[in-house]
T-cell receptor, first 114, second 113 residues
Framework: KAGVTQTPRYLIKTRGQQVTLSCSPI?????VSWYQQTPGQGLQFLFE???????NKGNFPGRFSGRQFSNSRSEMNVSTLELGDSALYLC?????????????FGPGTRLTVL | KQEVTQIPAALSVPEGENLVLNCSFT??????LQWFRQDPGKGLTSLLL?????REQTSGRLNASLDKSSGRSTLYIAASQPGDSATYLC????????????FGKGTKLTVNP
């Protein structure tokens, strides 16, 4: 069974640009969550999607947005990039919208903003 | 607001040593607690998940315990190996609130051959 995949693995952008990251969950999983990991703040929850609807949202500005498609694949978008957006962006999937299941993480997308 | 703390931030041990990693959380109203491993620049690998009704879980050389009342969990690694070198993170899904998982900042473990 294939794991969670994320594309691209690495991205370099400049301030002010926008970026779109993609996440494909494990087959049969319908919930996708996104996290930002930085050396200073650690892992922080961005948002969760289930059945194409955002169900939970962390404390991030509106420049961070996402969506989920009918096949459960998800994208996140960051507009007007800032230097502080440089981070490893991880997505995770679970079968259902529940907090009792193991979350399976992808390898991440490393975003560098210059 | 749930806060998760991991002590120590870094740990270096010789190969073969048994070791304990600590995780504490401020709000005992949790569904479960999950331990992850992260290799440098990589994603997270789930190691163990302990449901709130359980006291411990075991997988191979790993044993995780949970004491909800005191807000603590420990990850015990037996007979450590150089391949165990990684950052270990614990995380809890808080009851209520909007966050899916709240993570500690991790313990970076180095096992020296």
């Amino acid at each position: 069974k294939a794991g969670v995949t994320q594309t691209p693995r690495y991205l370099i952008k400049t301030r002010g640009q926008q970026v779109t990251l993609s996440c494909s969950p494990i087959s049969g999983h319908r919930s996708v969550s996104w996290y930002q990991q930085t050396p200073g703040q650690g892992l922080q929850f961005l948002f969760e999607y289930f059945s194409e609807t955002q169900r939970n949202k962390g404390n991030f500005p509106g420049r961070f947005s996402g969506r989920q498609f009918s096949n459960s694949r998800s994208e996140m978008n960051v507009s007007t990039l800032e230097l502080g957006d440089s981070a490893l962006y991880l997505c995770a999937s679970t079968r259902w919208l529940t907090s009792t299941d193991t979350q399976y993480f992808g390898p991440g997308t490393r975003l560098t903003v210059l | 607001k749930q806060e998760v703390t991991q002590i120590p931030a870094a740990l270096s041990v010789p190969e073969g040593e048994n070791l304990v990693l600590n995780c504490s959380f401020t709000d005992s109203a949790i569904y479960n607690l999950q331990w992850f491993r992260q290799d440098p620049g990589k994603g997270l690998t789930s190691l163990l998940l302990i449901q709130s009704s359980q006291r411990e879980q075991t997988s191979g050389r790993l044993n995780a315990s949970l004491d909800k009342s005191s807000g603590r969990s420990t990850l015990y690694i037996a007979a450590s190996q150089p391949g165990d070198s990684a950052t270990y993170l614990c995380a809890v899904p808080p009851q209520g609130g909007s966050e899916k998982l709240v993570f500690g900042k991790g313990t970076k473990l180095t096992v020296n051959p």
